[in-house]
């Protein structure tokens, strides 16, 4: 009965592992996105440039207003 | 916070002109039978049909990552949901998923005839080194390591389609429908873009018509031709 204690709580456990939800948002470490080999957005062509890139990203993002060139 | 990078749809623009798809299938070159975008129509030929532009929608808690199997599917730190295509087993849970129908695969079959997944990158290519020739093959062209954004949003004749970080994105889409009063009934204003007014005010609310609205004008009226 001592030995069958702990182990029913390790099986338990193990049971209740099995629900778990993997992480979403699990960052970029070492290169990769949990074992996911990627590189950063603006690794390659930016330099590593993140100011650079967001940037150029957001003043596209931008462009989509056209109430920013003709106001309504 | 990173940037959480979206799309958003207004309806009251899009003209059904698949120019989005078409754009999106020319820059990622995808097979015959993948549309990783397309365009869908609520009440074809009805007076008051609207249109939407449905692709993946890079949730931030995506259905599609909690089930894979394999846990191919990942976040990018700006929000983009990739997945690998080395670790794909096309099981299609995550087609089952999905609510928006946004994974695609290149053959109809049971589990695993059908295929690696294929789905909506918001150009931003997959774990290929970038703008490389094996990432280009298997994921498309990646515009967003460029500094561009997904070709089907820049290209889109009315701006119905518009892509990038959800704050600025959000802020174009709250301007338009102050500015014209109405509009957001779909989505749910007051969930997503209930703030405080600064300007226009939302005059129509609910299932009402629009106080600028024409009721014998050919578009309401099923008998009457566009003169």
């Known amino acids: 009965m001592n030995i069958l204690r702990p182990c029913l709580g390790a099986a338990l456990a193990l049971l209740l592992s099995g629900c778990l939800e993997v992480n979403q948002h699990p960052g970029w470490r070492q290169g990769e996105y949990a074992g996911k080999r990627d590189e950063l957005h603006y690794q390659r062509n930016f330099h590593g440039d993140k100011l650079a890139w967001s940037a150029a990203v957001t003043d596209r993002t931008l462009l989509q207003n056209e109430y920013r060139r003709a106001n309504p | 916070m990173a940037a959480r990078m979206k799309f958003i749809c207004d309806v009251e623009r899009c003209i059904d002109c698949n120019g989005c798809v078409t754009a999106c299938k020319n820059e990622n070159e995808t097979p015959w039978g993948v549309n990783r ?35 191919c599917i990942y976040h990018t730190e700006d929000g983009i949901v990739l997945h690998s295509k080395d670790q794909c087993i096309g099981c299609g849970y995550c087609y089952y998923a999905c ?13 695993n005839h059908r295929g690696k997944m294929d789905k909506c990158t918001f150009c931003a290519g997959g774990p290929e080194p970038d703008n490389s020739e094996a990432e280009f093959k298997k994921y498309g062209r990646n515009r967003i390591a460029e500094g561009k954004l997904p070709a089907c949003a820049e290209q889109c004749a009315t701006k119905a389609l518009m ?34 007014k600064r300007g226009g005010e939302i005059k129509n609310r609910g299932e009402g018509r629009r106080n600028n609205q024409l009721l014998d004008d050919s578009q309401n009226e099923v008998r009457k031709f566009p003169t």
């Not at chain 2, 049909?49 to 894979?68: K, N, Q, Y």
């Not at chain 2, 609510?99 to 589990?111: H, K, R, S």
């Not at chain 2, 704050?167 to 997503?192: C, F, H, M, S």
């Open chain 2, 37 to 71: 975008r397309r365009v869908v129509t609520i009440n074809d030929g009805v007076p008051g049909e609207r249109s939407i532009s449905v692709a993946c929608m890079h949730c931030t808690d995506a259905p599609c990552l909690a089930v894979c199997p394999v846990n």
């Open chain 2, 99 to 111: 609510p928006f129908g946004a994974p695609q695969f290149p053959e109809t079959g049971l589990f």
């Open chain 2, 163 to 196: 892509g990038g970080e959800a704050d600025i994105i959000a802020n174009i889409y709250r301007q338009r429908v102050e500015t014209r009063g109405y509009g957001p009934e779909l989505w749910g204003w007051k969930i997503a873009y209930g703030r405080p």
